[in-house]
């Protein structure tokens, strides 16, 4: 029982990092000023969702692919948060709200899956030597 409410705290975990992750590069720039295929934009969300990724998948007790995506999510809904806070103040912002959110599943889905795979390999070779 307790190793199901652990999963389930790492899952929420994970979701809330993939949140942070994307949304602090995202949340400050104004509206105005927002180019979704800015290559800064996309490094600043490939690092740090990749970060992030890795530092769930080596500290949780959850699989590399699972805390790839279930991180990797939380980019799309840091795009989704900011189109929903965005449209509440100016509701014809965010026209092409759909397009958005499938860049930022594009940005995150290789740098989780790479940092998640990092991750696992430093945990499963850091308990081999323990």
Not at 15 to 22: F, K
Not at 61 to 68: D, M, N, R
């Amino acid at each position: 029982m307790s190793t199901n409410y652990n999963s389930f705290r790492w899952l929420g975990a994970a979701i809330v990092v993939g949140i942070l992750a994307g949304g602090i590069p995202y949340w400050p720039i104004p509206y105005n000023d927002i180019n979704m295929t800015e290559s800064s934009l996309l490094v600043q969300w490939s690092l740090s969702v990749g970060a992030a990724a890795l530092m769930i998948s080596a500290l949780s007790p959850l699989g590399p692919f699972k805390s790839a995506v279930i991180t990797g999510i939380g980019l799309p809904l840091a795009v989704f948060v900011r189109v929903i806070t965005d449209g509440f103040a100016d509701p014809t912002s965010h026209n092409l709200w759909p397009l958005e959110l499938v860049i930022a599943c594009v940005v995150a889905i290789l740098p989780a899956l790479i940092g998640s795979y990092v991750g696992f390999a430093a945990r499963t070779s850091f308990r081999k030597k323990s």
